[in-house]
């Protein structure tokens, strides 16, 4: 009788992830999510603001802690998770910016309660336009085992008052450890092309990268986005990069003292990441939270994970990140305001 409910329970183990491989989700290297049929034309000023945020789906408040980190929590409670979508709802309201970028975002996850939170942010910002890339779709995640976190539907969205001409979604280099691999995020950007009346374009790039992998597949996931950035310069264009890099700035140096932790390792961005761009953060600020315990101020490790890169071709006027004390999600919003200055001539 024990060999038998054995059998079945290896069994079942084994249908369980065949159905995880033959479903997952496998984007293509580069896929179109929006594409204007008419030609676009951006009446916009040089100077333009931008705000990256990680909102950790809504659920990494000040009292949370997560499995993955080394917490025992999958998710908050459904209070908390409403409590923490209306205040970050609030401040992108209350803190306009000409583009947001925000990563970890749910269309519809059990983590989440099913609440599409995408639509939820696009309804407080009625004069911007949403792209959205998924990076996370599975029907359901086993772990943890005592709470599994179930389906998860995902990705990172940009909220722009600016009308795309085209917008991509490009898909890093991810791990392939199968089974593994089919209940883990797809990391990824996106690109938005914005035309302007002077004739340039900005491409703004919204960037996501792995988190809980070795330095090589971080290194391999830069290298693409170098690549991809490097080439849209060459075309004379404008280029901006924010997000969740999961890496710290080459020769991070915060004024903040709670960056030292026994386990936790942080990987630095090549320096200099691209020959004459600049990596531009505020280093008066944390931008990440360890989430293994709640947070406690002066004792959770911190970093800087958060920050843009941007051309030659573009001047930096002020990058502030805003110190919310973390306490509706692992991340602070970071913001940049710049002004778009020479072309770069084309030979």
């Known amino acids: 009788m024990l060999g ?20 997952d989700f496998e984007p293509a ?3 179109i999510v929006y594409e204007a049929s008419v030609p676009v034309v951006n ?62 975002i749910d269309m519809d996850s059990h983590r989440s309660y099913g609440v599409n939170e995408v639509d939820t942010m696009a309804a407080a910002l009625p004069n911007y336009t949403k792209y959205f890339a998924t990076n996370y779709k599975v029907d ?9 976190m179930g389906k998860v539907y995902s990705g990172i969205v940009t909220y722009s008052k600016f009308k795309a001409s085209r917008v991509e979604r490009h898909n890093f280099v991810n791990e392939k450890s199968i089974p593994v691999s089919s209940y883990m995020l797809d990391y990824c950007f996106m690109a938005q092309y914005v035309p302007l009346a002077s004739g340039d374009t ?62 936790f390792v942080t990987h630095e961005i090549d320096n200099p990441f691209i020959e004459g761009w600049q990596i531009v953060y505020d280093k008066t600020v944390p931008t990440n939270r360890e989430v293994n315990t709640a947070y406690e101020p002066e004792k959770t490790y911190v970093s800087v ?6 051309s030659p071709n573009i001047d930096i006027l002020a990058v502030k990140t805003s110190d919310l004390g973390f306490r509706n999600t692992d991340h602070h919003p970071v913001t940049i305001q710049l002004k778009l200055s020479h072309k770069k001539n084309i030979e």
């Open 305 to 310: 994970l958060d920050f843009f890169a941007v």
């Open 140 to 148: 359901f995640v086993p772990q943890p085992l005592s709470d599994p």
């Open 43 to 104: 009446v916009a000023d040089t100077v333009i603001s931008i705000t990256t945020w990680n909102i950790g789906y809504c659920g990494l408040g000040a009292k949370a802690n997560f499995f993955y980190d080394g917490g025992d929590q999958m998710r908050c409670s459904e209070a908390e998770q409403t409590e923490n979508m209306l205040a970050i709802r609030s401040f992108l309201q209350a803190n306009p910016a000409d583009v947001f970028l925000l990563q970890e």
């Open 202 to 263: 900005v491409v703004i790039v919204n960037t996501h990268s792995s988190a809980f992998s070795p330095g090589e597949l971080k290194r391999a996931q830069t290298n693409q986005l170098r690549e991809f950035l490097v080439a849209q310069y060459a075309k004379g264009y404008h280029v901006v990069v924010g997000g969740d890099w999961n890496q710290m700035p080459s020769g991070y140096a915060p004024t903040f003292t709670n960056t030292n932790h026994p386990t």
């Open 29 to 31: 290297p580069v896929e």
């Open 4 to 23: 038998l409910l054995l059998g079945v329970f290896v069994l079942a183990f084994v249908l369980f992830f065949t159905y995880g491989v033959f479903t």
